[in-house]
């Protein structure tokens, strides 16, 4: 009998692979942009204080996740304009500067944290100084963003970001009752009270963060202007929703997964090993040593520098859209500002970053600051996506386009769901 032979592939095969990759754009980095230094941060926090426990928080939040950047990836590409211009035209003048204001805040807080973090994490690899350190690392993010296309550096750096990777590959070299993490995963085991809430709202909040919204709807809105300025046939427009969905859903995915992994991998090494609380980096990092021995900090180096690289551009990034829209300014990545162009919109994105350098002064501990970034984001995140809700069931606003009943379902499910879990923790602190 003649040996089963794999099958090659075929050129058929191949051409439907590339035409898959070519399908994904803002949503998988919007996902590879969600596991930040803060979601790593938080991520750990959770495994090594309640274990397997907090497993299900990741498992809840990814459809709800896919469903409310689905929202604000339509109004980007339907409207053909950002979130915050959306909201200039359709609610008061109060409800913008309220919106805006809290994303700028705590885009601001979120960038500090992340520069903290990528210092502290290169501090570790190499010694020096961590505040020499984030301010290199905020103004290369600057200099980066204003002098070079976003979307041609991070084709290069979205490489460091599989140092996460490693997370996944620790969960696997551990014996692990995987019967006892899919229990955890998918019945949720927690004892009420204010710091288990705490931990659900950051958990939250750096999984759903407002920054991935407005991100992604300008990226969309980018990619659509792009194109040209002929009206797209209904057919067209269909074909476009249908990569927005399928682009989203991997990006997410994706970022859930590794989510997932870094609560799973923590828990399983911190946690059973009496570490319930990361208070400095180098203990965050101790979850990677199963796996890389005196090669975990080099890892967990790599993770944070990539994810911070990655991020820290879109956290300035989106506030400097919503800032330009709402006071009437042109607002885009494309613009080049040695031609004069973009000023007040490359002038948020300093302020943005500059200012996330100077809180890195404060004597606050970047991990607890990683983690309170989480928090506030979980906070701010249910104004905003209320008002998301509201644009995208709007045919004034939307057209014929306005979504669906399923996704309208979802996406006001993950508004309630986020909101009661907000009040449950500000009810009881």
């Known amino acids: 009998m003649r040996p089963l032979r794999r099958r090659p592939a075929r050129p058929l095969d191949r051409l439907r692979f590339r035409l898959a990759l070519r399908r994904l754009g803002p949503g998988l980095i919007t996902g590879a942009a969600d596991d930040d230094p803060s979601g790593i941060a938080t991520y750990s926090q959770a495994g090594a204080a309640f274990g397997f ?39 008061s003048r109060p409800v913008l500067l309220a919106v805006v204001g809290m994303l700028l805040a705590a885009n601001t807080l979120n960038v500090a944290a992340d520069l903290a973090a990528m210092a502290e994490a290169l501090r570790l690899l190499v010694g020096g100084s961590a505040l020499v350190y ?36 620790v969960a696997f070299t551990l014996h692990l009752d995987w019967w006892q993490v899919a229990r955890a995963a998918l019945w949720p085991q927690l004892a009420g009270g204010h710091e288990v809430l705490l931990m659900i709202v950051a958990v939250f909040g750096t999984t759903i963060s407002p920054y991935l919204f407005f991100w992604q709807a300008a990226q969309e809105m980018e990619d659509t202007d792009a194109l040209g300025s002929a009206p797209h046939t209904p057919q067209e427009v269909r074909h476009h929703l249908r990569r927005i969905k399928f682009d989203t859903a991997v990006g997410m995915a994706f970022s859930n997964a590794i989510a997932f992994f870094i609560i799973l991998s923590t828990a399983a090494t911190l946690h059973a090993a009496g570490v319930h609380g990361i208070q400095t980096s180098a203990q965050a990092a101790e979850a990677l040593r199963p796996l890389a021995g005196d090669l975990a900090f080099l890892l967990f180096g790599l993770g944070i520098i990539g994810t911070g690289m ?18 009437g300014w042109h607002g885009s990545l494309s613009l080049r500002l040695e031609a004069g162009e973009g000023r007040g919109f490359y002038g948020v994105i300093a302020v943005a970053t500059l200012g996330g350098v100077l809180l890195c002064f404060t004597p606050t501990d970047p991990v607890q600051e990683l983690f ?9 995140a249910v104004p905003i996506m209320s008002v998301m809700m509201l644009l995208a069931s709007s045919p004034r606003v939307m057209g014929a386009n306005v979504i669906g009943r399923r996704l309208r379902v979802a996406g006001w499910l993950a508004t309630a769901v986020m909101a009661a879990t907000v009040l449950a923790m500000f009810a009881t602190s």
């Open 53 to 91: 426990a907090m497993l299900w928080a990741v498992v809840v939040t990814l459809p709800l996740m896919i469903a409310i950047q689905i929202v604000s990836a339509r109004i980007g590409y339907v409207t053909r304009q950002g979130l915050a211009a959306n909201i200039k035209a359709r609610f």
């Open 134 to 169: 984030a301010v290199t690392f905020g103004l290369l993010c600057l200099v980066l963003q204003v002098f070079l296309p976003y979307q041609r550096y991070v084709r290069w750096l979205k490489w460091l970001t599989l140092a996460l990777l490693s997370y996944v590959a």
């Open 310 to 327: 990655l991020a820290v551009p879109v956290l300035a990034g989106s506030a400097a859209y919503a800032v330009a829209e709402a006071a």
């Open 372 to 380: 309170w970034a989480a928090v506030i984001n979980g906070v701010i």
